[in-house]
């Protein structure tokens, strides 16, 4: 047991049941597909604009609504799988989602895929930090660093490999698909949790749910979003940024605010001051919002300014996935001896450099290349970040812990999207130069370092505690 900051800290053993593996392979398929699904839809946008005629903004929600609710909603599935027990909370999330699926593979509308996409959101968030305590409060000591690696390998893997699957299911049976590929996998994952989990330990506590709490920290990012996006079109001195930026900040200080009065509050203020965990947030944003608006931009860039298909598309990205997958290892590897500092550092600085490559150099070479390298350096990030914030969590605050980390991988990949786009907007159209797609990438290389600057100062030095998780999602 621990002191940090007035927090006791609890490291949790537990018995592990029998079917612990199995369990443990059905939660990776069903955490495999939340995580496919920010990327999946990257390269079918050109396709889902022509054929329901989407404008530059709704394209930039379809993308967002997901990772928005996702994101928001995320330290609310936390709290409700450490109250009403996190079997519970997950095969709802798994329900959710997979019928969210079927909504989304069966728009003929803007707003009803974007419905449908935010509904996707909310199953995910509350699935997704669900599975990740049940994985670490089921497992101990070295079977719980296997089962974690396993996790980390499975998630790390995701976003990449979405991208490919994006351009063979577009480019084969049409962009619906990469919906519709969901219901058969999570109604067989959701059917067979429920009998192999049935019996397992239900909730210990009762206390009031933070509803408030919950529409406020959504609502803030939802108005940021909003601002970010609208830069496109009126500016970043205009009032449709402006004013929706300045209601984030608003929204933000009043969550922040009703969190300190509440006696169970969604998130306990102190966790988030906690430097560890703020660094550790921090770096999972920025790292998040580099790579997936990576995926963004390079689809655009390669559809519409290199006449590239869905599937030249997704094939060109399979150098992302390998490299994303190649740095996160690297790191994992490193992390023990260097420290997450030293990581995360070196990290950001090499997303830097490939974002840097990308913009100086021309044609699909230089783009996927530089692409490649920021993903590399985004996969060796996310094991700093989660390494640093996640050190010890304890059983009846794991959904939580997890879901403060996870919000901020999910809410950088909104707003990365959201600003890649409002930057590269004159260059999304068909036909269209691309000068936009450079000035996107010079801003994602400028973020980069930035970032790792501050990683210098912010991220502790040192190495991790014994039995730190690094955990890549």
Known sequence: MLELEGMTVTVHTAAPPASRWLVLGLLGAGQFMLILDITVVNVALPHISADLRLDRTALTWVVTAYTLMFGGLMLLGGRLADLLSARRTLLAGLAVFTAASLVSGTAGSAATLIAGRALQGVGAALLSPAALSIVATTFSGTERHRALGVWAALGGSGAAIGVLLGGLLTAGPGWRWIFFVNLPVGA???????????????????????????????????AAIYGLTNAGDDGWTGAGTLVPLGAAVLLGAGFVALERRLRAPLVDPRLLAHRPMAAGALLMLVATALLVGGFFVGSFWLQHGRGYGALATGLAFVPVAVATV????????????????????????????????AAVWSGPAGLVTGIAIVAAGAGATFVAATTTALAHVAPDRAGVASGVVNTFHELGGAIGVAVVS?????SLSPGAGGDGFVDALVVAAVTAIAAAALALVAVPGGRPPAGAVAHVH
């Open 326 to 357: 190649l740095g996160a290892h690297l790191a994992s590897r490193a992390v023990g001896r260097t420290g997450g500092r030293a990581v995360a550092v070196t990290g950001l600085t090499v997303a830097a450099a490939g974002a840097a490559t």
């Open 188 to 222: 067989v994952v959701l059917v067979a949790l429920a009998v192999l989990m049935r019996g397992w330990p239900a909730a210990r506590r009762r206390e009031r749910l933070d509803l408030p709490g919950a529409v406020l920290v959504t609502a803030a990012t939802a």
């Open 422 to 426: 409002s930057v590269a907007a004159a």
